[in-house]
């Protein structure tokens, strides 16, 4: 909220800051064009210089000195040019005296334009009304105290259209000030409701993106293992068993401390170096992948590529995708050999899975399954890779896995 109010201020200042130093230009521009009067013009040209200063100042700092400043500059500003025009500063600035003319007055209406500009920037704060009502008065009073100074000299100024312009353009400064204020902080308000919208959104997509990658893991590894338990661990060694749940065991542990996956499999090593999408792992994961089925009564037969190198989030998805599609054939195809075949090339890595079993009809898998949705096709596709399936009852599978680099 804080941040909110700061960026009204300064907009309000930049407001007040135009409308200021337009009217204070546009007076000074109508003096110098007066006739006969450029030692006057010389004499009030430090107030304008002055009130431009303050103008540009309030504008940039929230200090309520220079709102004052601008009023009290203004106002001085207006007095020495009204003098001048009817002759007091007449031996100092050699100005004729007499009557005011109509340039005069339009010259200290727009001084009084200039000095209304502070209503745009006294209006966000009851603090800052009050200092408003003050400059307000100040300047309806010093108004009235200069034409009555006309009335004495003889002047035809018309003291009323003098006091309702005035009051006019301190109205239009603080319904401004007052619309600017209002406006701002509803649509920044607005602006910021938007941006908690979107990073409680992005939160939800990144809390169920991590769910959905613990969900996978636990499918491919964990529950993989207690179903091997469940069935007694039939066609499968003691020691491939104990070696599943130790790697099993310290998946759990690394998922706790957000670690990479691929350690599970002993994978993660290999060469680093720099490609045209970033970091890229030469794997020697793929051994690790071997060394896993060895003892699941899978004979997996190798072929192609003996190295996958990709940047280590592609790698992780390849990889897992890869072991889920093994553990597929050995607990759904009943066969026990699948053939896997890596290729690559300088845009793609490439797997494919096949084996001859009893096959099954892809657009029959429900949707609550994880292994074929979750942990192959939806693993692939968050990493920018995608997996194709040719498969139908009594023909075998065939599994395509491609990861671009």
């Known amino acids: 909220m804080e941040r909110i109010h700061k960026q009204r201020d300064r907009l309000l200042g930049i407001a007040a800051r135009l409308i200021g130093l337009t009217s204070a230009g546009a007076s000074f521009v109508l003096l110098a064009l007066g006739d006969g009067r450029p030692a006057m013009l010389l004499v009030a040209a430090p107030g304008y210089l002055l009130l431009a200063l303050a103008l540009a100042r309030m504008g940039s700092s929230k200090s309520l000195t220079w709102p004052v400043a601008v009023v009290v500059l ?8 009204r003098l001048g025009a009817l002759g007091v500063l007449a031996a100092v600035t050699g100005a004729p005296s007499g009557s005011p003319s109509h340039a005069d007055d339009a010259v200290r209406l727009l001084v009084a334009g200039a000095i209304a500009s502070t209503g745009v920037v006294l209006t966000s704060s009851l603090g800052r009304m009050i200092v408003l009502v003050g400059a307000f008065a100040v300047t309806m009073t010093t108004i009235v105290v200069l034409y009555a100074a006309d009335a004495a000299a003889g002047s035809g100024a018309a003291l009323g259209l003098a006091a309702v312009t005035a009051l006019a353009g301190w109205f239009a400064m603080v319904v401004c000030g007052a619309v600017l204020s209002t406006g701002l902080l509803r649509a920044a308000r607005r602006v910021s409701s938007i941006g908690r919208a979107h990073r409680s959104e992005r939160q939800a997509s990144e809390t169920e993106a991590q769910r ?26 003691r020691e491939a068993l104990r070696r599943q749940a130790g790697d099993d065991a310290r998946l759990l542990r690394q998922l706790r401390l957000s670690a990479s996956p691929l350690s599970v499999h002993g994978g993660g090593t290999g060469e680093e170096h ?3 999408g970033g970091t890229m792992v030469k794997s020697d994961s793929l051994a690790a992948v071997r060394t896993r089925f060895e003892g699941l009564g899978l004979d997996v037969s190798w072929h192609g590529a003996g ?28 066969v026990d050999e699948a053939h896997v075949t890596i290729t690559d090339d300088e845009a793609t890595v490439r797997a494919l899975v096949t084996d001859n079993g009893v096959g099954f ?33 009594g023909s075998g599978t065939t599994v395509v896995l491609e990861m671009p680099r």
């Open 274 to 276: 720099e490609g045209a």
């Open 212 to 237: 959905r990658q613990g969900a996978r893991l636990l499918h491919d590894t964990v529950l993989a293992t207690l179903t091997l338990l469940a069935h007694s661990g039939v066609g499968v060694s």
């Open 74 to 81: 203004g106002l001085a500003t207006a007095v020495v040019v």
């Open 307 to 334: 190295t996958v190198t990709l940047r280590p989030d592609r790698l992780d998805a390849f990889l897992l995708s890869l072991t889920e599609c093994l553990e597929n054939v050995r607990r759904h195809s009943g």
């Open 361 to 393: 009809d892809p657009a029959a898998v429900p949707a609550h399954k994880l292994g074929f949705r979750e942990s192959i096709v939806g693993r692939l596709e968050e990493a920018g890779g995608i997996a194709r399936v040719f498969s139908a009852q």
